[in-house]
């Protein structure tokens, strides 16, 4: 069974002031993933959540998530997708039946019993096991049980509910903060999740011969080399540059109990972002002699505060070169906040919960909100991004923010003491 794994393609992203759809970047993406699935013609594809960047995309972001699966579709290829924390279930699983019928299948909703594809190949049958993203008391609604309240236990209580035959291969999608002994690994700087909430232990999909993850932008296996991160397909952050290459996992299954062979295939970018750091003059001299076109810059100037004709001037060069300068700042002094310099474009970027916890830093002399802090801000916004008039319960989201409420007073009170 041969199958590729990808995850966060979050069509429709826009990255200081510029559309990743209407600059080209996610539609040519899309076309080298499609011409990558005629090449290797996997048995299927599978998709760990984030599909698109907003709970309601816009009408380019929606033709161009057809396209990809019309493309797939076309050549065979058994699809398989689940809604992530951006995603809006309901409507991403609109017509998800009459698609089912054309080998699609997509999972929006958390439900008692998970979507499950069966596959067939030489050694048997391969079961995925589709779980959008577990929101606490989505998973306590349907299930039943009012002691669901955090993240592991929801997720850890759902798969306990379903009819897993282990005599089989398992493969399970989910799109979760997915930890070892509650250490995170590295984050992109777009990942809206802060500051350790929602985590879910790794021995949580231990069950399964393979975890395809979605979530973490940066692609690695998280304790076991069967449970994995595919990362992102392209870079959606500065920070996110640092990462090891970017692409599709390829995921080969012999028979149950044996190794699994795991490739990631490079897909190089349409425009490369990069970081420029140095002292004025050295760094201009260098970018001189640079050939590189066509790119996504930051600038970080160290020697000096950044000025209007020190940004004119590096723009300038990149503007020659078919590139776009997006952010700049200084080490010299860092005075300035980050959403001032770039014109308020990163604060339009941000979660709830970011834009909470810059604020709290700023009035805390650089003091962070601690996690019991944002584990209650993450709580508003995942109410944000599941809101009741997106076919949710008013009631049931009242009843868990009083829950978090309490739990948050008691946790408060036992601190003060």
Request: hydrophobic share 35%.
């Amino acid at each position: 069974m041969k199958f590729l794994h990808i995850s966060d393609l979050h069509f429709g992203k826009v990255i200081h002031g510029v559309s990743m759809l209407e600059n080209g970047d996610q539609p040519f993406w899309t076309d080298r993933f499609l011409e990558l699935a005629e090449k290797t013609r996997p048995d299927a594809v599978v998709i760990a959540g984030d599909v698109y960047d907003r709970s309601s995309p816009s009408g380019e972001a929606v033709t161009l998530l057809s396209r990809m699966l019309v493309g797939l579709e076309s050549m065979g290829i058994t699809v398989m997708l689940i809604a992530g924390n951006h995603d809006s279930g309901a409507r991403l699983a609109f017509a998800s039946e009459i698609l089912a019928r054309q080998k699609i299948h997509i999972a929006g909703r958390v439900q008692k019993e998970m979507i499950r594809v069966k596959l067939r190949d030489e050694f048997g049958f391969v079961n995925f096991w589709l779980m959008p993203y577990v929101f606490p008391a989505a998973v306590a609604q349907a299930l039943g049980d009012d002691d669901i309240r955090d993240y592991d236990t929801a997720v850890r209580r759902l798969i306990a509910a379903q009819d897993i035959d282990m005599s089989e291969r398992n493969v399970i999608l989910a799109h979760q903060n997915v930890t070892v002994n509650g250490r995170e690994c590295l984050r992109g700087g777009s990942e809206s999740a802060v500051g350790g909430v929602g985590q879910v232990g790794h021995s949580a999909f231990g069950c399964f011969d393979y975890a395809a993850l979605g979530h973490i932008h940066a692609a690695y296996p998280v304790g076991s080399q069967n449970i994995r991160y595919s990362g992102s397909p392209l870079c959606y952050h500065f920070d996110e540059t640092s990462q090891p290459m970017k692409g599709p996992v390829l995921v080969e299954m012999g028979e149950k109990g044996k190794d699994l062979s795991i490739e990631t295939i490079d897909i190089p970018p349409l425009h490369r972002m990069r970081v420029m750091e140095g002292k004025t003059n050295e760094l201009y001299e260098q970018e001189l002699s640079c050939r590189a076109e066509n790119e996504y810059l930051k600038l970080i100037i160290t020697d000096q505060p950044m000025s209007p004709d020190i940004f004119a001037r590096f723009q300038a060069l990149a503007e020659s070169r078919g590139s776009i300068l997006m952010e700049r700042d200084s080490k010299y002094r860092n005075l300035t906040s980050c959403a001032e310099i770039n014109g308020g474009t990163e604060l339009r970027e941000k979660s709830v919960e970011e834009l909470f916890a810059d604020f709290y830093t700023q009035r805390s002399n650089g003091s962070p909100p601690d996690s019991q802090d944002m584990e209650l801000l993450h709580f508003a916004g995942e109410l944000l991004r599941n809101n009741p008039y997106d076919g949710g319960r008013p009631e049931n989201i009242d009843n868990g923010l009083k829950d978090a409420l309490k739990n948050y007073l008691i946790r408060q009170e036992a601190s003060d003491q």
